[in-house]
């Protein structure tokens, strides 16, 4: 038995299915990340959120980002759909005790609707975000085109691109709802391969099958989002979160959602870096779906401290 199998013994989810290196994937773990969004309502306006047992010493960003999401769509007709996003993290959140999400019904116009979200834990605001809603509408169309890259099943698994790496990798022994495949190098070989082009490609799908729910399927990439964004920015200086000692954190993130997609379909994420200063970095990333449309953009700063 690997470390991570023992390592899910003792969590108590090794029922789960495992992948080759022992950590939970597949259908039952991206259940639970169904389960995860689906928030209790608790008045008109709040609602709670709980975080997985498993989860590290600060809640996952996008956990909360996917979370708020949620809270601001169950008060907004289903017809109108979600086009952007804009967000902060102002504290890291704590995984031992629920989240509350405050909403705020900031408009309801005849073609949009926006609404603002508070996300408190110990009284302290730790997240906000504020997000549009529209009315479909025809209008102008174009859209850059997707990279050309190898197709998904082609790449190694998750799995079998950590090999050697996994007790270093801290989220590589977490149990994984999203099927990842590296396009780029993995950024964990970084400090072995030396710096490089500021650049990250992954493709990646729900690891499962999800309802048919448009909202959910926009929660679920707004939690994937915040998976390899900023390693476009690491992997420019040689450098990783378990292979050096590196303090990171998103600041804030921002999302445009351009056309319907599925996200238990393969969408390819193509992030780069432009800039990094100030103990900050900042990422731009794209999504494709596997046809080559260009489904979303996102934009993330993070804090990144690189100690000697």
């Not at 909360?64 to 804009?86: C, D, I, K, W, Y």
């Not at 992954?202 to 926009?218: C, I, N, S, T």
Request: charged fraction near 25%.
């Amino acid at each position: 038995m690997t470390e991570a199998a023992r390592a899910a013994a003792a969590a108590g989810y090794a029922d789960l299915p495992l992948d080759t290196d022992g950590v939970p994937h597949g259908q039952p773990v991206l259940d639970r990340l169904v389960a995860l969004l689906d928030l209790e309502r608790i008045e008109e306006n709040i609602f709670r959120g709980v975080s997985p047992a498993e989860s590290p010493v600060r809640v996952f960003g996008g956990q909360v980002a996917g979370q708020a999401l949620v809270a601001a769509g169950r008060t907004v007709p289903p017809e109108r759909r979600v086009h952007s996003l804009h967000s902060y993290f102002i504290r890291g959140g704590d995984p031992t005790v629920p989240i509350v999400y405050e909403v705020d019904r900031v408009r309801d116009g005849r073609s949009f609707t926006t609404r603002r979200v508070v996300a408190v834990q110990h009284g302290k605001a730790i997240f906000t975000l504020s997000a549009s809603f529209q009315l479909d509408e025809p209008g102008m169309e174009h859209f850059e085109p997707m990279p050309s890259v190898p197709a998904p099943d082609s790449l190694p698994t998750y799995a079998e691109a950590a090999t050697g790496y996994l007790e270093k990798v801290g989220m590589a022994r977490l149990p994984r709802p999203i099927d990842i495949r590296y396009v780029t190098r993995p950024p964990w070989r970084a400090r072995e391969d030396g710096p490089g082009e500021a650049r990250s490609q992954v493709w990646m799908r729900a690891d499962g099958k999800l309802p048919d729910d448009d909202m959910l399927h926009v929660c679920v990439l707004a939690y994937a989002s915040d998976m390899t964004l900023l390693d476009s920015v690491l992997v420019r200086h040689g450098v990783y979160w378990g292979t050096d000692k590196v303090l990171g954190a998103s600041l804030d993130h921002a999302m445009w959602f351009h056309r319907r997609f599925r996200a238990d379909e393969w969408f390819l994420y193509d992030c780069e870096s432009p800039s990094a200063s100030g103990a900050r970095g900042l990422a731009t990333g794209r999504f494709y779906a596997q046809d080559g449309r260009l489904v979303a953009t996102v934009v993330q700063e993070g804090l990144l401290r690189v100690v000697s």
